[in-house]
């Protein structure tokens, strides 16, 4: 990883607004010899605004976290509000409603699975699938895990969510 510059050395936060401050004053100072003190204010002016708005946006910069952080997994999407859960579960529980159980409602139980298990047992649904599965429960582990895709939805899809639901709550 790639040390801050030293203060005051070429490329330090110090450095580039030391450099900002002698240009602008020069340009200040130019215009005020040019156009009289009506240039020289607004010249100030500005001036100062700009080196302001560039001062900020260099001393931020360090602010920022530069990507170094990894994204959370479990936060990578909106969470559907309530009523969208209802035309969720509506639609993978209907007839002809194959496609929509694996590519919708599952990915949302592995998204509240995976939240609580990390919140309530410390463990991460993703790399530790084992533990995840004890807790879980064997019978209901086929329907979550995110290493294997279910090629249809159940046949009894209301018990299947029935069942995970309660299993979401006990944990």
């Keep these: 990883m790639n040390e ?14 030391l450099l ?19 240039g020289a204010a607004a010249a100030l002016a500005v001036c100062t605004v700009a ?3 560039v001062a900020r ?8 976290d530069s990507g170094f952080r990894r994204n959370v997994r479990l936060l990578g999407s909106r969470a ?17 409603a194959d496609v929509h159980f694996v590519a919708t409602l599952r990915p949302q139980l592995q998204r509240l699975f995976a939240a609580r ?32 895709r279910p090629a249809r ?4 899809p209301e018990r299947v969510l029935r069942a995970l639901l309660d299993r979401l709550e006990t944990l």
């Design 4 to 17: 801050p510059p030293e203060p005051g050395t070429p490329g330090s936060v110090r450095h580039s607004l």
């Design 20 to 38: 900002l401050g002698a240009t602008g004053a020069a340009v200040v100072v130019v215009l005020a010899l040019a156009e009289g003190a009506a």
């Design 51 to 53: 080196g302001l708005a």
């Design 57 to 64: 946006y260099a001393t931020g910069a360090g602010a920022q």
């Design 80 to 96: 559907p509000a309530l009523g969208e859960w209802q035309r969720i579960v509506d639609k993978s529980i209907g007839e002809g």
């Design 117 to 148: 298990l990390a919140e309530q047992h410390g463990v991460h649904l993703h790399r530790q699938p084992e533990r995840a599965k004890a807790l879980v429960g064997a019978d209901l582990w086929p329907w979550i895990d995110p290493h294997r």
């Design 153 to 156: 939805r159940p046949d009894h």
